[in-house]
């Protein structure tokens, strides 16, 4: 008995009888025996086609239940079809499913980018903002804030929360701490473990 399928219900509808017991059943498909109602070729995958003529038992694997889950095990099972049951009605079926599969796909790739694009517009106005700010600051201060950034990790200035730098987190020692919230407002202050600017 051939194994086959056809690439619609309608066309299912259409060429065959499907009895309606189930002969067999898997994760995804169903397996049902059907008599042809008129004759017709169906193409191989050597492309030769073989004739199926009114009246010939043959039996119908119906896909109904395929998820993107399924995905690996419908590639698997086309693999091996397509080296036991070389049948190119029954692969257009699984194909068409995929198809449909991949389009889902494609649907999240779509939204995925979409907010990937609002992410970077944020991320334009955040860096808008910053050299807004940057250009308001004394050039030597931000070239060392620059050099800073770039040498520890993108953080050139860190809050001193107490005696701790929220750069480095390590507590400073009491005496620089005391040197550090003495200093004068408009002097620029440093960590003395990391180096990086501090915000008092
Ligand atoms: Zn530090």
Do not use: W
């Not at 029954?90 to 999240?108: H, K, M, N, P």
């Amino acid at each position: 008995m051939p194994f086959f399928s056809s690439g619609s219900k309608d066309s299912l509808k259409k060429f065959y009888d499907k009895d309606p017991k189930v002969l067999g059943s898997g994760n995804f498909a169903k397996v049902y025996k059907a008599t042809v109602k008129n004759d017709h070729e169906v193409k191989k995958p050597d492309g030769t086609f073989e004739k199926l003529p009114k009246g010939m038992l043959v039996a119908i694997k119906d896909i109904d239940k395929a998820k993107v889950e399924d995905m690996n095990d419908i590639t698997r099972e086309i693999e091996v079809m397509e080296q036991i049951e070389p049948h190119r009605a029954a692969l257009d079926v699984i194909e068409e499913r995929i198809a449909g599969i991949e389009s889902t796909l494609a649907d999240a790739a779509e939204r995925r980018d979409a907010a990937l694009a609002v992410v970077d517009a944020e991320l334009a106005v955040d860096e808008a903002h910053r050299v807004e700010l940057a250009e308001a600051v004394d050039p030597g201060l931000l070239a060392t804030y620059e050099e800073l950034r770039a040498r520890l990790g993108g953080v050139g200035a860190a809050v001193l929360d107490g005696r701790r730098c929220m750069g480095c987190h390590i507590e400073l020692p009491s005496a620089d701490a005391q040197v550090i919230r003495g200093a004068p407002e408009s002097d620029v202050v440093t960590c003395t473990e990391c180096g990086r600017i501090l915000i008092r």
